[in-house]
């Protein structure tokens, strides 16, 4: 089975909020390597340095998921690692910025393999896969040099599957009204 580092994804403002208080003790597991933060209205500066501050205590990558990017526009780049877009003609527009740190990771989601390697010509460092599309997953980790992210991760069975088929991480959303706290202990115990 292909080694494969987590990747918990907070899906909104309202579950940062929620689960603030377990972040810590979640980011301190050694297989947790990067944080997406998801967002859908302006992110409060006391929000990033909060969050940042956490993730950065524990050697983990904190990584932005605007819905749009208008919402990144009063964020400096240097406050987060990297960003994940859910677009992906935006990658272009990202990947050119001049403002853009040397080390700052962009991410995009993607369907299928097309749009998977058309992220990478537009400039993304990753792509994320849909983790029960295991074809896909399989197909990419055996041509692409672009690392792979099994998104949504929801069970053990799709963890271990999705590490099988050759996934780098594993996206794991944290949401409170489906117990994602619980979900991600379950996947962290049977990938250790």
């Known amino acids: 089975m292909n080694h ?3 990747y918990p994804v907070i899906p909104s403002l309202t579950a ?7 972040l810590p003790s979640l980011l301190a ?5 990067a944080l997406r933060l998801c967002f859908d209205k302006p992110l409060e500066r006391k929000q990033l340095e909060t969050v940042r501050q956490m993730a950065w205590e524990r050697n983990v990558a904190l990584i932005l998921a605007p819905a749009s990017l208008n919402l990144i526009q ?9 960003i994940h877009l859910a677009r992906l003609q935006d990658v272009k527009t990202f990947a050119n910025r ?3 740190p040397g080390s700052f990771q962009i991410g995009c989601t993607c369907l299928t393999l097309d749009d998977a390697m058309s992220a990478g010509e537009q400039g993304a460092d990753y792509v994320s896969l849909p983790a029960v599309n295991l074809s896909a997953l399989t197909q990419w980790s055996v041509f692409a040099e672009l690392p792979a992210v099994a998104e949504h991760v929801c069970t053990a069975e799709e963890a ?16 409170p009204a489906e117990d994602g706290l619980a979900r991600f202990a379950a996947v962290s115990a049977a990938l250790s």
């Open 4 to 6: 494969c580092d987590l």
């Open 16 to 22: 940062l909020t929620a689960v603030q208080e377990q």
């Open 29 to 33: 597991d050694d297989s947790v390597t």
């Open 74 to 82: 009063g964020v400096s780049l240097k406050d987060s690692d990297g």
């Open 98 to 100: 001049k403002d853009r």
């Open 160 to 175: 271990r599957a999705a590490a099988q088929a050759g996934a780098d991480f594993l996206a794991i959303t944290l949401d």
